[in-house]
């Protein structure tokens, strides 16, 4: 392994950051390490570069299913109204919790053909019910979502 090779093993480099590295030639010819990168963490994977900015998260407004007030970070996703296997581009932000329980309600025909706006999904009996019991949960709220079980349209 060369020593400027990405694998090479951070011991075998020598040194910290932005430190010269050992030239041979005098000291003009000496290199400088270059910093670091910092790989991305999920969260800025999934919201950008702001979340590692905001130390607590900033407020996104209200979830559209469950009207809690939603903070950037892992505890929330971003929902393509009609799925992207099936040709939609379109999204929303939702608390992970409600964007679970929208794929384990509904297959992607489904909510393509008929779950693919708000105002739909939120008079759904079921998820009314889910609304209820999350109401009163803190933003960042997270338990494991039980799959549905198939059956008759619903």
């Known amino acids: 392994m060369s020593r400027g090779s990405p694998r090479a093993p951070r011991e075998a480099l020598g040194g910290d950051a932005g430190e010269p590295l050992d030239a041979p030639g005098g000291s003009d010819s000496a290199r400088v390490r270059p910093a670091a990168r910092r790989l991305p963490t999920p969260d800025e994977l999934l919201l950008g570069v702001a979340a590692r900015d905001t130390a607590g ?32 581009r379109e999204t929303v932000f939702l608390h992970r919790i409600c964007h679970r329980k929208l794929h384990a309600l509904w297959s992607e025909v489904e909510l393509e053909r008929l779950f693919h706006d708000v105002e739909t999904i939120r008079v759904h009996p079921e998820i009314r019910r889910f609304v209820a019991w ?10 494991p979502t039980r799959r549905a079980r198939r059956g008759p349209p619903r």
């Open 134 to 143: 999350l109401r009163n949960k803190p933003a960042t709220f997270w338990a």
């Open 57 to 88: 998260g900033r407020p996104l407004g209200p979830c559209p299913i469950c009207g809690r007030p939603m903070v950037e970070g892992g505890s929330v996703d971003r929902h393509h109204l009609v799925p992207r296997a099936r040709g939609g």
